[in-house]
C-alpha cells in the first residue's frame, strides 16, 4: 500500500514537472504588436526584471508573446518562423552569341540588363515583412486584456495571464507590463 502510494505521489511529482518545464526552458522572447502598444512597456519590464531576454530577431525566439490567438496568430507566425525556400540552382551562364547584325544588332543594344538577383536572405526577408496581408495586424484594435506566450516551433500556449489595463494611459500601461512580468517572474521561480 505504501508502495503504492509514494508510486503515484511521484508520478504527479513527474507530471507536474512536465507540465510546468516548458515556461522553465523560455530564455528569449519576441514581442508581436498589442494593443496600445503594451509589447513596448511589456519589453521593458521583462527585461529590467530580468525575466527573459526580449529579441529582435523572430529567429533567435524561443517564445512569441501576443495578445490574440486565432488565425491571426497564425499567419503572422508563419510569416515569422517559415523556414528558407530551397536555394534556386544558379543559372547557367548563356552561351556567347555570334554579335547580331543588322536590325537584330540594334535591338540588342536596347536591351536592358537583367535585374540584380537578390541574395536569399534579402529575398526571405522580403517574404517576412510582406507576410500574409489577409488580416491586417495594428496596434489599435480592441484587445480582451488576455496575454499568451506561445511557444515559437511548437506553437502551444505556454502561459496566459488575463490582465485589462484601466486606461490607454502610458503610466497604466506601464503598470500592466509591470503586473504582467512580476506575475510571470514570481510563476516561474516557482517552477524551478
Do not use: C
Not at 514537472?17 to 513596448?40: C, F, I, S, W
Not at 490574440?68 to 530551397?86: C, K, T
Not at 536592358?112 to 526571405?124: D, F, G, M, R, T
Amino acid at each position: 500500500m505504501k508502495f503504492t502510494a509514494a508510486l503515484l505521489v511521484g508520478l504527479a511529482a513527474i507530471a507536474a514537472a512536465a507540465e510546468k518545464a516548458p515556461v522553465a526552458q523560455v530564455h528569449t522572447v519576441y514581442l508581436l504588436p498589442m494593443t496600445n502598444g503594451l509589447d513596448q512597456y511589456l519589453a521593458n519590464r521583462l527585461t529590467n526584471l530580468k525575466v527573459f531576454q526580449v529579441v529582435a530577431d523572430p529567429d533567435k525566439a524561443d517564445a512569441v508573446f501576443s495578445d490574440l490567438l486565432g488565425e491571426v496568430l497564425e499567419n503572422r507566425m508563419d510569416a515569422l518562423f517559415s523556414e528558407p525556400d530551397e536555394p534556386a540552382p544558379a543559372a547557367a551562364p548563356a552561351a556567347k552569341a555570334a554579335p547580331a547584325k543588322g536590325p537584330a544588332k540594334e535591338e540588342a543594344k536596347g536591351e536592358k540588363a537583367p535585374a540584380a538577383v537578390k541574395k536569399p536572405q534579402e529575398a526571405e526577408r522580403d517574404k517576412r515583412l510582406k507576410g500574409n496581408t489577409t488580416v491586417p495586424v495594428s496596434s489599435f484594435r480592441r484587445s480582451k486584456g488576455t496575454v499568451f506566450l506561445v511557444d515559437a516551433h511548437k506553437r502551444v500556449v505556454l502561459w496566459s495571464i488575463y490582465e485589462v489595463p484601466k486606461n490607454s494611459s502610458s503610466n497604466e500601461m506601464d503598470r500592466t507590463a509591470a503586473r504582467i512580468a512580476s506575475r510571470l517572474k514570481h510563476e516561474i521561480g516557482k517552477k524551478k
